[in-house]
């Protein structure tokens, strides 16, 4: 038999979710988002880019705000209206003190009980190789829930009035293979399958398939492909790190 997964926790009323680009979270789970907000929770989204690298015929300058408008676009579908941008560089972002503090000033800002984030490991499991700015923003966030509550690093955040924020409960690592828990989306998939296409110009790009046919065949396929772990219902799956 399959082991199943968890439901994920409900306890909680904000969420900071921390990823490096603009498609990273309509990919990844914007489905549990808006089954979240639906219940009257508060998510805000916080990129470390505005992907501005993600478009070969585009140069950095004109697709960065392109980009920045479609994911406002895309986060508003799932009720999600806190949208903000680190301004790290799209492809090249550098796992370290700098983005470290980014981020923790954002979790003393928005003083959540959950962080979000996307897959951090190597690989997304056997040969396919991960990005280096997945990988670094999703270890940063994962490390920045610390920084974000102990006043002695990064002391000049309290000097700027972010004061210590030690409230974080769980961070959600969506994109996992090795995923712990699950959200039913049933009621949250149509939705998130018009958040990746509000993603347009980038997808057009991507595939030569029909766009709207290309992200319901891709987000309902893996959400289909999780309910066998988790009562049949269609779920969004993440490792759960608790704090």
């Given at each position: 038999?399959?082991?199943?997964?968890?439901?994920?926790?409900?306890?909680?009323?904000?969420?900071?979710?921390?990823?490096?680009?603009?498609?990273?979270?309509?990919?990844?789970c914007?489905?549990?988002?808006?089954?979240?907000?639906?219940?009257?929770?508060?998510?805000?989204?916080?990129?470390?880019?505005?992907?501005?690298?993600?478009?070969?015929?585009?140069?950095?300058?004109?697709c960065?705000?392109?980009?920045?408008?479609?994911?406002?676009?895309?986060?508003?579908?799932?009720?999600?209206?806190?949208?903000?941008?680190?301004?790290?560089?799209?492809?090249?972002?550098?796992?370290?003190?700098?983005?470290?503090?980014?981020i923790?000033?954002?979790?003393?800002?928005?003083?959540?009980?959950?962080?979000?984030?996307?897959?951090?490991?190597?690989?997304?499991?056997?040969?396919?190789?991960?990005?280096?700015?997945?990988?670094?923003?999703?270890?940063?966030?994962?490390?920045?829930?610390?920084?974000?509550?102990?006043?002695?690093?990064f002391?000049?955040?309290?000097?700027?009035?972010?004061?210590?924020?030690?409230?974080?409960?769980?961070?959600?690592?969506?994109?996992?293979?090795?995923?712990?828990?699950?959200?039913?989306?049933?009621?949250?998939?149509?939705r998130?399958?018009?958040?990746?296409?509000?993603?347009?110009?980038?997808?057009?790009?991507?595939?030569?398939?029909?766009?709207?046919?290309?992200?319901?065949?891709?987000?309902?396929?893996?959400?289909?492909?999780?309910?066998?772990?988790?009562?049949?219902?269609?779920?969004?799956?993440?490792?759960?790190?608790?704090?």
């Open positions: 038999m399959t082991e199943q997964l968890e439901s994920m926790p409900v306890d909680w009323h904000r969420a900071l979710a921390v990823v490096a680009h603009p498609d990273d979270l309509e990919y990844g914007a489905a549990a988002v808006a089954v979240w907000t639906d219940g009257g929770r508060e998510v805000a989204y916080l990129l470390a880019t505005r992907g501005e690298a993600g478009i070969d015929t585009l140069a950095p300058a004109t960065a705000p392109l980009r920045e408008r479609e994911q406002r676009a895309s986060a508003a579908v799932v009720g999600v209206s806190g949208v903000e941008f680190l301004d790290h560089r799209d492809g090249v972002i550098e796992y370290g003190l700098d983005l470290r503090r980014d923790a000033a954002a979790i003393r800002r928005h003083r959540p009980e959950l962080i979000v984030t996307l897959n951090h490991r190597d690989t997304w499991g056997g040969v396919a190789w991960n990005t280096p700015d997945h990988r670094a923003v999703g270890r940063a966030a994962l490390d920045a829930v610390a920084d974000a509550g102990n006043r002695w690093i002391p000049e955040l309290a000097e700027r009035g972010l004061e210590p924020w030690n409230g974080v409960r769980w961070v959600a690592v969506a994109g996992s293979v090795t995923p712990t828990h699950a959200v039913d989306v049933t009621a949250g998939l149509e998130s399958v018009r958040s990746l296409l509000a993603h347009r110009t980038y997808i057009e790009v991507l595939t030569d398939q029909d766009p709207e046919e290309y992200c319901r065949t891709f987000l309902t396929g893996n959400a289909q492909a999780s309910a066998e772990r988790f009562g049949g219902r269609p779920a969004v799956t993440f490792e759960l790190f608790a704090h």
